[in-house]
């Protein structure tokens, strides 16, 4: 497996973070890098993976489509061991993702005990199909979980969410006027690196309260 490693700043590590991509975009994409730069400049160290489809379109050149769920799954379950045998990563260790990333994540957090799971912008739908939800693992969560999401992402707004349960392990952030990528508006008066910064300083918090 192939990681991009970028190890908290100076000072004491707070935490390790498992990050993986979205469905489209490899894990190096632009917002992936940029809210990197932020959870790392707070001490936190970030390991970034490919799953098997991506990082064969990174070598072969062809557009692949995602691996089927067993693969993704079996992937984390892969990472996870791994990093948990790295003596230079400490804990707390959390893991998570953009989009897909994440929703795989939360699907193996419980069962692998992380400490942490954090999600930045979920697919809790596919756009326009509110109707069919993809939450069920939430309802009996017991890792510690923080969800990301604008409030006009068009994979799960507000209005979408509240009549879903959610266990008292997770806790939704939400994001103002941001879409799938935590982009605002120009109108609104925000900025998307506003956005990551003020993301990146609620990660280090929630390692914090993770290692108390």
């Known amino acids: ?9 100076a000072g004491q590590s707070c935490g ?4 993986a991509h979205g469905a489209g975009a490899p894990m190096d994409s632009d917002f992936m890098s940029a809210l990197v730069r932020g959870i790392a400049g707070h001490q936190i160290s970030v390991v970034r993976f490919e799953f098997p489809y991506m990082a064969q379109r990174r070598s072969g050149g062809s557009k692949r489509p995602p691996d089927r769920q067993p693969v993704l799954l079996d992937c984390w379950r892969q990472v996870v061991a791994e990093i948990r045998d790295c003596q230079e990563l400490v804990g707390p260790l959390m893991i998570g993702g953009k989009s897909m990333g994440g929703r795989m994540a939360s699907l193996v957090a419980d069962e692998l005990q ?3 799971l954090c999600c930045f912008g979920f697919p809790f739908h596919a756009p326009g199909k509110p109707e069919k939800m993809r939450v069920e693992q939430f309802a009996g969560m017991v890792t510690p979980t923080r969800i990301f999401q604008g409030t006009r992402d068009a ?7 509240e009549a879903v349960a959610f266990s008292p392990a997770v806790q939704l952030c939400w994001i103002e006027d941001g879409d ?4 605002p508006r120009k109108k609104s008066g925000l900025t998307q690196q506003q956005h990551l910064d003020d993301v ?3 990660v280090r918090d929630f390692a914090g ?3 108390c």
């Open 114 to 116: 992380v400490d942490g």
């Open 1 to 9: 497996m192939n990681y991009l490693i970028d190890r908290g700043g």
């Open 155 to 161: 994979f799960g707004k507000p209005p979408e969410l």
């Open 16 to 19: 390790t973070l498992i990050f």
């Open 180 to 183: 799938h990528d935590l982009k």
């Open 209 to 211: 309260s993770l290692s």
């Open 200 to 202: 990146a300083l609620k």
